[in-house]
């Protein structure tokens, strides 16, 4: 039995116990070199270097003001995974101030501001910035590049019919995929738009890892430092699933919030302005009837976690104090830090139900706009609904 026993060891357990030790080591050392590599010790290179965690929206500014393309893009924690995702840009949208809007009109009938809050809204991210490029900065952004070559997996064909590509690999200038970022396909489909943009995106991107590349990109185009600062290593591009309702012209994408909320815990967790994703609804009420008031506040209120689902007047107007009201007696602690977001706002019960939002924000003659921010603090919900 003893005999037995040493052979086991021998041929068993001790050949085991190298190879175990064996991985352990190694896979020590590969944490070292990831640890190095996105440490302190050698800085990353290219559209790498100083790549914050965040999100930014891109997005092509046609001639009569309207977006008629939109991406979000951003990298996680160590920049090692990041991902670019197309908004359908007739997807409706809550607009603060405009009420819902589709996303192509938002930029024209606000400004780049609301459209930055409308989109962070809808997806509960954290949002810094918004670029929005016309034609010539397409162009200018590629230029470096080249050419690329895209995995064509549905035919692409521009509206004036400069660029005709079939199913498969297809090598195209930079100029060409310029014109396919900025311009309409022939069908006039979001979807056929939106399928040639991911192509060319998902060939650009990598791209920018070069540190050439990526200087020549920023000196050209100084507005996508943003996009630069969160190009990741490796890149998933996708699109927001959507239920779409009406054709052509007259389509429109409604928003499905199980699958929106999916999509950003699996693109953009780091990003998140409240972990689980379960964020206190709000409803702002104008209540001096001044124009664009629900603006603002939402400025204020949708960075700190919360999601503006309606906005409205307060019959008559006339509020001369802002306040923020709560039916639910477990939703104070939201209340009070809603109420901190703004400059001045009283915290008060309501007596009538709310419906369906959990909190209202009632804007009196005494809004001044946001509250300054203040170093420790926490914008985590203590309670959500």
């Not at 709310?354 to 603090?377: I, K, M, N, Q, S």
Request: one cysteine or more; hydrophobic letters at 45%.
């Amino acid at each position: 039995m003893r005999k037995r026993k040493r052979r086991r060891f021998w041929l068993l357990t001790l050949p085991v116990s190298i190879v175990v030790l064996g991985l352990v080591v190694g896979a020590g050392a590969l944490l070292r070199n990831v640890q190095h590599e996105s440490g302190s010790g050698s800085p990353p290179q290219g559209a790498l270097a100083s790549s914050p965690t965040g999100t930014v929206l891109i997005g092509h500014k046609a001639a009569d003001g309207t977006v008629d393309l939109a991406m979000v893009a951003g990298a996680g924690h160590g920049v090692k995974q990041g991902s670019v995702l197309f908004l359908p840009t007739t997807l409706q949208v809550q607009a603060p101030s405009l009420g819902v809007q589709s996303l192509r009109d938002v930029a024209r009938l606000g400004d780049e501001t609301l459209l930055r809050t409308s989109v962070s809204n809808l997806l509960g991210v954290s949002m810094p910035g918004v670029v929005l490029l016309d034609d010539a900065a397409f162009a200018a952004a590629l230029a470096p590049a080249k050419s690329l070559t895209l995995d064509v997996r549905s035919p692409i064909r521009t509206a004036d019919g400069s660029v005709n590509l079939p199913v498969g690999r297809q090598v195209v200038s930079a100029a060409d995929a310029a014109r396919i970022l900025s311009m309409p396909p022939a069908s006039g489909k979001e979807a056929d738009r939106i399928a040639a943009s991911q192509a060319v995106m998902a060939a650009w991107a990598p791209t920018l890892r070069t540190p050439a590349n990526s200087q020549a990109v920023a000196a050209a185009v100084p507005a996508l430092a943003p996009f630069l600062a969160v190009t990741p290593a490796k890149l998933t591009v996708d699109t927001l699933v959507t239920n779409p309702t009406g054709t052509g012209a007259d389509q429109k994408d409604q928003p499905v919030a199980a699958e929106t909320l999916q999509t950003v815990k699996s693109d953009f967790r780091d990003s998140m302005l409240v972990p689980d994703g379960n964020r206190t609804t709000v409803e702002i009420l104008n209540g001096t009837g001044a124009v664009g008031v629900a603006k603002t506040p939402a400025e204020c209120a949708v960075p700190a976690g919360f999601e503006v689902q309606l906005t409205g007047n307060v019959p008559g107007f006339g509020e001369a104090v802002t306040l923020v009201l709560y039916h639910d007696a477990k939703l104070r602690s939201e209340a009070e830090r809603l109420a901190a977001t703004l400059a001045t706002a009283k915290v008060e019960p309501s007596t009538r139900d709310l419906g369906v939002v959990g909190l209202a924000l009632v804007v009196g003659a005494d809004f001044t706009g946001c509250a300054p921010a203040r170093e420790g603090t926490s914008s985590t919900p203590a309670n959500t609904h």
